[in-house]
Nanobody, 115 residues
Framework: QVQLAESGGGLVQAGGSLRLSCATS????????MGWYRQAPGKQRELVAA???????TYADSVKGRFTISRDYAKNTVYLQMNSLKPEDTAVYYC?????????WGQGTQVTVSS
């Protein structure tokens, strides 16, 4: 089972940038397609970006052109570069496998974007 540890969140003004990291361990990293999810208060968790083992990427329309997902096989880590942040990007961000997330979630990392 993949173990997940997200980091890199924080408070940023609208238009700013953050880079999230997700360190993985416990299973062969290379076989999994990975994604970044987010959950805003009162809303369901949603998938915002995904990357497969060939490093092909997909994005939710709401973040396309602003967010970039990447992975480092040497470090067993997945990243989410977030640029041009908007207040509506405020949420707790999690990483997990895609298309079906594993039953275990990390603690997530809080991203707060002020207007």
């Amino acid at each position: 089972q993949v173990q997940l540890a997200e980091s890199g969140g924080g408070l940023v003004q609208a238009g700013g940038s953050l880079r999230l990291s997700c360190a993985t361990s416990g299973s062969p990293f290379t076989i999994y397609n990975m994604g970044w999810y987010r959950q805003a208060p009162g809303k369901q968790r949603e998938l915002v970006a995904a990357i497969d083992s060939a490093e092909r990427t997909t994005y939710a329309d709401s973040v396309k052109g602003r967010f970039t997902i990447s992975r480092d096989y040497a470090k067993n880590t997945v990243y989410l570069q977030m640029n041009s942040l908007k207040p509506e990007d405020t949420a707790v961000y999690y990483c997990n496998t895609v298309p079906t997330p594993g039953s275990h979630w990390g603690q997530g990392t809080q991203v707060t974007v002020s207007s």
